[in-house]
C-alpha cells in the first residue's frame, strides 16, 4: 500500500513558468516531508523540505507548501529553468526512526 | 571525491551468479541505507543499518541480503540474480537523529541479470 502517491508520471513545462509537482500521503503519524531531485546517470540530491509544524518553506525558486488535513504536499518551481529538468521524488517520514518513504517520482521537463 | 562511493556502477551478469554491491562513505554518519529504483515504481528501500550491529529489512529485502563490515561500509549481495532483479542501486547514508532524515545518495550502480 504505497503511503506517498505521485499521481503525475510527468509534466512539461515552459521556461519561465511555474512548474507545480503534486504529492500525496496517507500516513497521519508523517512528520517531514522532503524532495529530492535526479538527474540521469546520478543519484537523487535533496532539494527542499518541510515539517508538519509549518505549511510553507521557501529556498529560492523553491517553494513547498504542505496541507495537512488534504494530506497534500506540493513543489512550486518559479521561474522554471531548463536545468531543473530532472526526475522529482516527494519523500516523508514519522518523527522515530523509521527511514524515509519515497514516491514514484515525477519527470519534469522545461522547455526553452 | 564522492562522499559516498558505489562500486562496481555498471555490471551486466547472468542468472544465478552471486552478485555484491558495495558502498563506502566518508560522511562519517552512523546510518546507511540501500534503495532499488525501477522506472515507474521510484526508490523502494531493500535493507537499512542504523550501526554495525544492526541490520534492518526493508520493503523488499527478498531475494537479498546485507552486510554492515563497519560504520564506513555497507554492502548488498544477491545470492543467486534473477532477471526481475535488473534495476538501478543506491546505497544512501544518514545522520543519526537528525529530524528531516535526510538522505545523501551514492551515484548509483546499474545491474542486469540476463
Known amino acids: 500500500d504505497q503511503q506517498v502517491k505521485q499521481n503525475s508520471p510527468s509534466l512539461s513545462v515552459q521556461e519561465g513558468r511555474i512548474s507545480i509537482l503534486n504529492c500525496d500521503y496517507t500516513?497521519?503519524?508523517?512528520?517531514?516531508f522532503l524532495w529530492y531531485k535526479k538527474y540521469p546517470a546520478e543519484g537523487p540530491t535533496f532539494l527542499i523540505s518541510?515539517?508538519?509544524?509549518?505549511d510553507k518553506n521557501e529556498d529560492g525558486r523553491f517553494t513547498v507548501f504542505l496541507n495537512k488535513s488534504a494530506k497534500h504536499l506540493s513543489l512550486h518551481i518559479v521561474p522554471s529553468q531548463p536545468g531543473d529538468s530532472a526526475v522529482y521524488f516527494c519523500?516523508?517520514?514519522?518523527?522515530?526512526?523509521?527511514?524515509?518513504?519515497f514516491g514514484k517520482g515525477t519527470r519534469l521537463s522545461v522547455i526553452a | 571525491d564522492a562522499d559516498v562511493t558505489q562500486t562496481p556502477r555498471n555490471r551486466i551478469t547472468k542468472t544465478g551468479k552471486r552478485i555484491m554491491l558495495e558502498c563506502s562513505q566518508t560522511?562519517?554518519?552512523?546510518?546507511m541505507y540501500w534503495y532499488r529504483q525501477d522506472p515507474g515504481l521510484g526508490l523502494r528501500l531493500i535493507y537499512y543499518?542504523?550501526?554495525?550491529?544492526?541490520?534492518n529489512k526493508g520493503e523488499i529485502s527478498d531475494g537479498y541480503s546485507v552486510s554492515r563490515q563497519a560504520q564506513a561500509k555497507f554492502s548488498l549481495s544477491l545470492e543467486s540474480a534473477i532477471p526481475n532483479q535488473t534495476a538501478l542501486y543506491f546505497c544512501?547514508?544518514?545522520?543519526?537523529?537528525?529530524?528531516?532524515?535526510?538522505?545523501?545518495f551514492g551515484e548509483g550502480s546499474r545491474l542486469t541479470v540476463l
Open positions: 544512501a547514508t544518514s545522520v543519526e537523529g537528525a529530524g528531516t532524515g535526510e538522505l545523501f
Open positions: 500516513n497521519s503519524m508523517f512528520d517531514y
Open positions: 518541510i515539517s508538519s509544524i509549518k
Open positions: 519523500a516523508a517520514r514519522d518523527s522515530g526512526n523509521t527511514p524515509l518513504v
Open positions: 560522511k562519517g554518519h552512523d546510518r
Open positions: 543499518s542504523f550501526d554495525v550491529k544492526d541490520i
